[in-house]
């Protein structure tokens, strides 16, 4: 029944085309092997099963890469919301938020982007620096990052494009790309994704004015991060 009432309400988006799918593991692998799939919605629970979904995610991410993944949560707390991106999701969409927000959820995953709250992104934040410590400064304790590396950072976490920024900060796109993968290189990271982290270990660390001609990023409410995976990488940056 959620399903079918999840299909016929996007289904009136005309921005997508819909492919409703029987709630098993088997069925959502083999649709996977038979159709060009550009965004599943999955939930963990699949079979009374509660973590079932997450092996699917990690099945999906291995042999389609390219295939983008939104976990339904039926909460948003911190383990499951870690665990849907270790699975390899691209955004988290808690059910009780809206319609209106799962669509635009969808659209910005599809464009490469990751959806998560501030909340959530501070939970990978968290698991991300437990992990793996980020390289903050460096042996005399400033910046590893120089100032306009650092606002080319808060733009990303912004989720605005290249292009974007490039208007934002008056630069060309390939000053943004070379400053990417400059940033990158500095911080021991290969997406976005780590990026955006940094950007929460910034604030965290240093308090900041918003960047020179932009607005503060928001706080609260679901906020798309654009992000990058390994396996998108050139594309992305070239866009």
């Not at 997450?54 to 707390?77: C, G, K, N, Y």
């Not at 910046?143 to 976490?157: G, M, N, T, W, Y």
């Not at 965290?204 to 396996?231: D, F």
Request: overall charge positive.
């Amino acid at each position: 029944m959620n399903n079918q009432l999840l299909a016929d309400a996007l289904t009136r988006d005309k921005r997508f085309q819909v492919q409703e799918g029987d709630p098993s593991a088997a069925s959502i692998v083999a649709a996977a092997e038979a159709d060009s799939l550009d965004v599943v919605l999955l939930s963990p629970a699949l079979e009374d099963n509660a973590t079932l979904g997450f092996w699917v995610a990690r099945q999906l991410r291995a042999t389609h890469p390219e295939m983008r993944i939104v976990v339904l949560l039926d909460t948003s707390d911190r383990k499951t919301v870690i665990e849907a991106f270790r699975a390899g999701a691209r955004g988290v969409f808690c059910r009780s938020e809206s319609l209106k927000s799962l669509a635009k959820c969808i659209s910005c995953v599809y464009e490469g982007q990751i959806w998560a709250s501030s909340r959530e992104l501070r939970y990978l934040l968290e698991a991300f620096s437990e992990a793996m410590p980020m390289r903050l400064l460096d042996a005399a304790g400033t910046s590893i990052l120089s100032k306009r590396e650092q606002d080319v950072v808060r733009c990303v976490a912004e989720g605005l494009s290249n292009r974007e920024i490039a208007s934002r900060l008056s630069l060309t796109e390939h000053t943004v790309k070379n400053y990417l993968f400059r940033i990158f290189d500095k911080l021991g990271v290969s997406s976005r994704v780590e990026v955006v982290l940094y950007a929460f270990s910034l604030e965290r660390t240093s308090p900041h004015p918003p960047v020179s001609g932009g607005r503060a990023p928001q706080r609260s409410g679901p906020k798309p991060a654009q992000a990058m995976g390994k396996q998108a990488l050139p594309k992305q940056l070239s866009s």
